[in-house]
């Protein structure tokens, strides 16, 4: 499966930004999808990951409340919806997809084999 991000962009603090993740390939609903991030200086880390379907999804502490991942297989798309942006956010946001349903392991980055590009994200305070 290929993975495109999109969506990034400059904002202030309190602003909201859509990112977009289109797939392409293999079916989207055989991938759990999640979204990274990765800081300045700072190791790439789990922004967030929804099941095949849909039915359940994760978020880290920082960003809970706050962002939403959904997915429409459908149109082999999921997309984070990021509210209430602060300046810790910025960061480079990958979209990646795990194969497979096992659910187990959603945070690592070892369970995902396919990565995006990566889209910018800048919020200025």
């Known amino acids: 499966v290929q993975l495109q991000a999109s969506g990034g962009g400059l904002v202030q603090a309190g602003g909201s930004l859509r990112l977009s993740c289109a797939t392409s390939?293999?079916?989207?609903?055989?991938?759990?999808m999640g979204w990274f991030r990765q800081a300045p200086g700072k190791e790439r880390e789990f922004v967030t990951s929804?099941?095949?379907?849909?039915?359940?999804?994760d978020y880290a502490d920082s960003v809970k409340g706050r962002f939403t991942i959904s997915r429409d297989n459908a149109k082999n798309t999921v997309t984070l919806q990021m509210n209430s942006l602060k300046p810790e956010d910025t960061a480079v946001y990958y979209c990646?997809?795990?194969?497979?349903?096992?659910?187990?392991?959603?945070?690592?980055?070892?369970?995902?084999?396919?990565w995006g590009q990566g889209t910018q994200v800048t919020v200025s305070s």
């Open positions: 929804i099941t095949n379907g849909g039915g359940s999804t």
């Open positions: 390939g293999r079916p989207l609903y055989m991938y759990i």
């Open positions: 990646a997809a795990a194969p497979g349903t096992v659910w187990t392991g959603r945070r690592s980055q070892a369970r995902y084999n396919y």
